[in-house]
């Protein structure tokens, strides 16, 4: 009897995070917040233009950092249906692979001096940052990753995925979604099935750049209807690893 009960058990069953209202949370602590401060009056901030991104690549193993930030880009693009291309002039996304010693160098020349970067610089390995316009468009992002700090800290990689998928318009960390590359004190290193869901969130038709908290909010149960019907929640593990730097670093 225990044999045929067993087998009477459905293949899977959904996982916690998989359930409205845990992405509808998700999303907006990772969307809709933002890391050193500046939380008052948040609108949703996204690209709407293709994204032109150059790689500096002055220090390192330049071929393979190459390739591995072309295997990122190209599958958040996918995942997002937001086109990724990589150029040599006119960027509106660069990403700076560079020595460690460098790096507040790079963030005055790139950034600025705003005070969320000298914070950032001080307590992060590798930062990001991305402006808007005045519809809240992402128009201009910045990467900046110290190789030989990273690589000394075992983070390399986590620092190519987790930076550049947030500025894509996930930009804050937060303990309360998981599993997740943006939880700190996550085990996950490259995407997981809910950031594969909260990336096909912030780029659903339901949404778009502009869109106050209220909006946010009564646009994601829509959007989150399309994706349970084509599957792209149920099957999020699964999609999120196709052409991803976790299926070509073989881990």
């Known amino acids: 009897m225990l044999g045929l009960w067993l ?22 602590e990772v969307a809709m917040k933002r890391e050193y401060g500046h939380e008052q009056h948040v609108r949703f901030s996204r690209w709407q233009t293709p994204i032109r991104l150059k790689l500096i690549n002055e220090f ?11 295997i990122q880009s190209q599958h958040l693009a996918r995942i997002t249906g937001q086109p990724i291309r990589l150029v040599n002039d006119n960027p509106n ?4 692979m560079t020595r460690h010693k460098q790096m507040a160098h790079w963030a005055s020349r790139t950034i600025g001096q705003d005070g969320s970067v000298k914070i950032a610089l001080k307590e992060g390995i590798c930062l990001a940052n991305f402006a808007t316009n005045a519809a809240y468009e992402i ?22 995925v987790e930076e550049l998928t947030q500025i894509m318009g996930l930009p804050n960390d937060s303990d309360k979604v998981f599993p997740s590359i943006f939880n700190d004190h996550s085990v996950d290193r490259f995407p997981t099935g809910l950031d594969y869901v909260l990336l096909k969130l912030a780029y659903h038709p339901a949404l778009h750049a502009g869109m106050s908290a209220d909006e946010v909010r009564s646009a994601l149960p829509i ?29």
């Open 93 to 96: 996304l660069t990403l700076i």
């Open 60 to 70: 390192g193993d330049k071929p393979l950092q190459a390739e591995v930030v072309r």
């Open 7 to 28: 087998l009477s058990l459905p293949a899977f069953s959904a996982e916690r995070w998989q359930n409205d209202d845990y992405l509808i949370q998700s999303f907006f």
């Open 139 to 160: 128009t201009r992002a910045t990467v900046i990753i110290p190789v030989d700090y990273s690589r000394d800290k075992g983070r390399f990689l986590d620092c190519v």
């Open 223 to 251: 959007a989150i209807k399309a994706l349970r019907s084509n599957g792209d929640i149920a099957q999020a593990n699964q999609r999120v690893q196709q052409d991803s730097l976790k299926q070509w670093a073989g881990l």
